[in-house]
């Protein structure tokens, strides 16, 4: 992460994360832990050390809306279940995440679950993310990952992502989040603003 972040030239400051078993709820400790820096406020970038970059893709500015709340930098074909098990969690399925064609260089996401790559913009988004890592540990009969809880949230807020992946998560991640979105759909399906797919 050093030497990405370096070639880059981007300035960071790594928050040691917080092992657990089971793993998601270190995971959401470590995220809920890095969103309560002293003085953090959006935006920033929050990610995750499996991430890896594809610089040809990276940039340092977004011609975002103003109402944006969160960028994305990867996408995971990972997304919500439709239906909720009998303790009223939606798990994830493989290949059932949900976008909407925003514009000529964004999609909005709708139900991914990944927070391999956020970039916090708004207020809002940064409290609401802070409540939901608490939910995933607190709210439920038993421990839930973070993300579900983050993909619970999207459809209430304006998360973009580029339509170019610009991180994917390594190991066994990697299948589902280096693909770019376009490749993951059906060459069939025209773009149009907030088309869901």
């Known amino acids: 992460m050093t030497a990405q972040l370096d070639t880059l030239g981007?300035?960071?400051q790594f928050v040691s994360a917080i092992k657990c078993d089971?793993?998601?709820?270190g995971v959401s400790i470590s995220h809920l832990k890095t969103l309560r820096q002293k003085g953090l406020t959006p935006p920033f970038l929050v990610l995750?050390?499996?991430?890896?970059?594809?610089p040809d893709r990276f940039s340092y500015c977004y011609d975002l809306p103003p109402?944006?709340?969160a960028l994305y930098l990867g996408h995971s074909l990972f997304g919500l279940s439709d239906k909720k098990d009998d303790a009223g969690v939606r798990w994830g399925l493989h290949n059932h995440a949900q976008y909407a064609f925003y514009d000529d260089r964004y999609i909005r996401i709708l139900n991914m679950l990944s927070r391999h790559a956020i970039v916090y913009i708004s207020d809002r988004y940064m409290a609401n993310a802070i409540e939901a890592n608490l939910s995933a540990l607190l709210d439920n009969p038993y421990n839930i990952p973070g993300d579900i809880m983050y993909a619970e949230m999207q459809p209430k807020h304006l998360v973009l992502s580029?339509?170019?992946?610009?991180?994917?998560?390594?190991?066994?991640?990697?299948i589902a989040t280096r693909?770019?979105?376009?490749?993951?759909?059906?060459?069939s399906m025209a773009p149009g603003a907030e088309e869901t797919v």
């Open 179 to 187: 693909p770019s979105l376009p490749s993951c759909l059906q060459p």
């Open 162 to 174: 580029p339509r170019e992946t610009t991180c994917y998560q390594t190991g066994k991640f990697e």
């Open 22 to 25: 089971p793993a998601a709820v």
């Open 10 to 12: 981007l300035r960071h």
């Open 48 to 54: 995750e050390d499996d991430c890896k970059f594809l």
């Open 67 to 69: 109402e944006t709340d």
